[in-house]
């Protein structure tokens, strides 16, 4: 059987390396893996593919950067001709992003089986690009694997049929583990004792000038009490170019590669991001997440983890850096199922019998 993966932007790679890896292992399974092209800064990219051994892609259609429906519809145009080409059997799609959505249509019209790992998560925010790629990719898989039992209550709400729902649980996570003792063994090379790790670049946070420039007075705030240490999207890095913003009391990096991520994340007293993927991994970690958005796609880590919704609000973002300060930060759990070893169950269900027994009989009776 013929697995072909689309990747295309920062979250998917450590999403795919786990499940590339246990389909490696199995019988019958031949593995194509297609770069769309939508982030392709070294740091954006390529070190994520070196750190999570990754193989170079089989294609990379070099897409880049552009408006939604350009980027989508370039997507669409370069991967409709490799599809064609190499007449995979079913293609995998991870996430929310362009590619993603973009790569589910390709298939749905080639009729092309589509497993969308990642599958059922709901902000309930239409204005994020992200929550339409979600719906758009989940009403079009034919294979949906859930890393949560809020994913399997959306998709049962919106009619989705259950036997097509598989809950393996989160695939991020196995990147995680598998990468966490290099990370531990990153020396701290001049870090703070203790620092308030950012991330931004949604959107609804960088794109709009004086809510950029708010966030960042917030940011300036806190640092009077905790050292604020924020490596830079390329998106939001533009932005910030564009404004009047006094950057001098926090430590600005570049993107970091994954492993060292991870060892900031650890090791970070707060993490205060917009992310999806983070408030996962501080879930895992253990340390206080605080999310500058309204809602999020991720329930659990709310209800289950250390995750907490601040809003756009930086009196909300304050008050709860001093409650992690003063040592009352959320302590939570490890969902289940968030265990290291989701690559594995999501091979097991595309190779064992229920999904390829009957391509097996197909082709050799
Ligand atoms: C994309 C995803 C978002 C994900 C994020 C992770 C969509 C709709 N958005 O957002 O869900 O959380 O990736 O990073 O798919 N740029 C570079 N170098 C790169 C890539 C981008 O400089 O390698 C700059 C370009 O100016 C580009 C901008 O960043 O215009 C935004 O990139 P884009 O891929 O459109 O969206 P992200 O904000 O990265």
Redesign the pocket.
């Known amino acids: 059987m013929h697995f072909l993966h689309v990747v295309g ?3 998917n790679f450590m999403k795919a390396a786990p499940v590339l890896r246990a389909i490696q292992s199995r019988p019958y399974a031949r593995q194509s893996l297609i770069h769309t092209g ?4 070294a740091n ?2 390529d070190v994520f593919f070196r750190q999570l051994r990754i193989p170079v892609p089989d294609v990379n259609l070099g897409i880049g ?1 552009g408006s ?1 429906a350009k ?1 989508t519809a370039d997507i669409m145009i370069g991967l409709e001709e490799v599809i064609i080409d190499r007449k995979p059997d079913v293609v995998l799609v991870y996430g ?4 993603t959505a973009a790569a589910a249509l390709v298939c749905a019209k080639l009729n092309i089986k589509v497993a969308h790992v990642e599958a059922g998560l709901r902000s309930m925010d239409r204005t994020m ?2 929550e339409i ?1 979600r719906i758009v990719t989940d009403h079009l898989a034919d294979i949906l694997f859930t890393p949560s039992v809020d994913g399997d209550q959306n998709l049962a709400k919106e009619g989705v049929e259950s036997n097509k729902v598989h809950r393996v649980g989160n695939v991020m996570i196995d990147s995680l583990v598998e990468l966490l003792p290099a990370a531990r063994a990153i020396p701290r090379n001049g870090l703070p004792g203790r620092y308030a790790l950012v991330t931004l ?1 949604r959107p609804s946070n960088v794109d709009d000038t004086s809510r950029l420039c708010e966030i960042i007075q917030t940011l300036a705030d806190v640092s009077s009490d905790l050292p604020v240490v924020f490596p830079v ?3 939001t890095r ?1 932005k910030l170019a564009s404004i009047d913003a006094n950057l001098s009391l926090l430590q600005i990096l570049d993107p970091l590669p994954y492993i060292e991520f991870v060892a900031l994340e650890e090791r970070a007293a707060v993490v205060i991001t917009d ?2 993927g983070i408030q996962e991994e501080t879930t895992y970690l253990g340390v206080p997440c605080l999310t500058m958005r309204e809602n999020t796609e991720r329930p659990i880590t709310v209800d289950l983890g250390t995750n907490t919704l601040v809003g756009t609000d930086g009196t909300a973002l304050r008050r709860e850096v001093d409650r992690i300060l003063a040592g009352h930060g959320k302590k939570g759990k490890i969902p289940p199922l968030w265990d290291g070893h989701t690559g594995e169950r999501i091979a097991e269900c595309l190779c064992g019998p229920s999904i390829a027994g009957p391509y097996r009989q197909e082709r050799h009776p």
């Open positions: 932007a920062r979250p939508q982030h392709y800064d954006m990219s950067s939604h980027q929310d992003v362009n590619s690009p992200e790629n670049h999207h390329p998106r533009q992310s999806g």
